[in-house]
């Protein structure tokens, strides 16, 4: 497979500088602030349009193959004949060596935009019933370890202590963060998160997500996509997301903040409780 830029940055901007008028204790001042940037990327899969992702313009490629991999596009790197990004054109296109599971009638053309995306079901798309599966995997944490994590995760994201507009996710051991991608968008976060994993052929077993945001269902179907028995997240969950965290059989942990958490389910996975 080949590529039109080696990783991380793409030549674009991550952020920039704007002139603001700052508001404190009944006083205005004139100050300078920077501000993420919005980049749109429009995929295309066999010269087929697919959709636009409005995302921060770095780490693009893990980005395309998370998006298309979580989509159910393709299910291994051996179809990904080639992947050409243009940061010009805001293109990026997708030639595969194999047919790939692309039909319209299951993926309308549709906008992604930064914020939340469109609501849905328990599986929002048929491709959803087809690629989020049970996870199985044993991994076990410790109350200490969620709170180092977190702290771990908040570090690592250099852009979001720069202009606080990006959310940020981490592929984790219990130990420590492994690998961690920022971006506007908290699905594209997750997205190029699953696309590195996708890429190098990772095994996700033993793993744990971290994310900076809340567990929308649509952040819980992306972990149980990746496989992932455990998800540790800042915010809050929504009550789809725990019906399908408990169905998908996966551990999910809100609010993880400081030193505290709360485990809303399978808490088998968390050590030191009174059910352990």
């Known amino acids: 497979m080949s590529t039109a830029s080696p990783g991380a940055g793409e030549g674009l901007p991550l952020h920039t500088r704007r002139r603001i008028l700052h508001y404190d204790g009944g006083d205005f001042s004139v100050r300078e602030d920077e501000v993420a940037t919005e980049y749109a990327l429009t995929v295309f899969v066999n010269d087929q349009e697919m959709a636009t992702v409005v995302c921060t313009p770095e780490y693009m490629e893990d980005l395309v193959i998370g998006f298309l991999a979580s989509e159910g596009v393709i299910r291994h790197m051996g179809q990904v004949q080639d992947l050409v990004i243009s940061r010009f054109r805001g293109t990026a ?19 992604i935009a930064s914020c939340c995306g469109k609501g849905r079901q328990m599986f929002y798309y048929y491709n959803d019933a087809h690629t989020a599966k049970r996870v199985d995997d044993p991994v076990r944490i410790q109350p200490s370890q969620v709170v180092t994590l977190m702290r771990e995760l908040e570090a ?26 920022v971006d506007i968008g908290r699905h594209n976060a997750l997205d190029k998160l699953y696309g590195h994993v996708f890429r190098s052929g990772r095994d996700v077993a033993g793993h744990v997500v971290a994310f900076s945001g809340r567990l929308s269902s649509e952040v819980l179907l992306k972990v149980a996509k990746m496989g ?30 400081g030193q505290g958490f709360h485990v809303y389910t399978h808490p088998w996975r968390v050590g030191g409780h009174p059910g352990t």
């Open 156 to 181: 690592s994201a250099s852009l979001w202590h720069v202009t606080g507009g990006v959310h940020a996710a981490g592929l984790c051991t219990p130990e420590r963060l492994e690998l961690s991608r």
């Open 93 to 111: 296109r997708v030639r595969t060596s194999t047919d790939v599971n692309f039909n319209q009638a299951f993926y309308n053309k549709r906008y």
């Open 228 to 257: 992932a028995g455990i998800v540790i997240a800042k915010s809050a969950p929504t009550a789809l997301a725990l019906d399908i965290a408990e169905t998908l059989n996966i551990t999910t942990i809100g609010f993880a903040r």
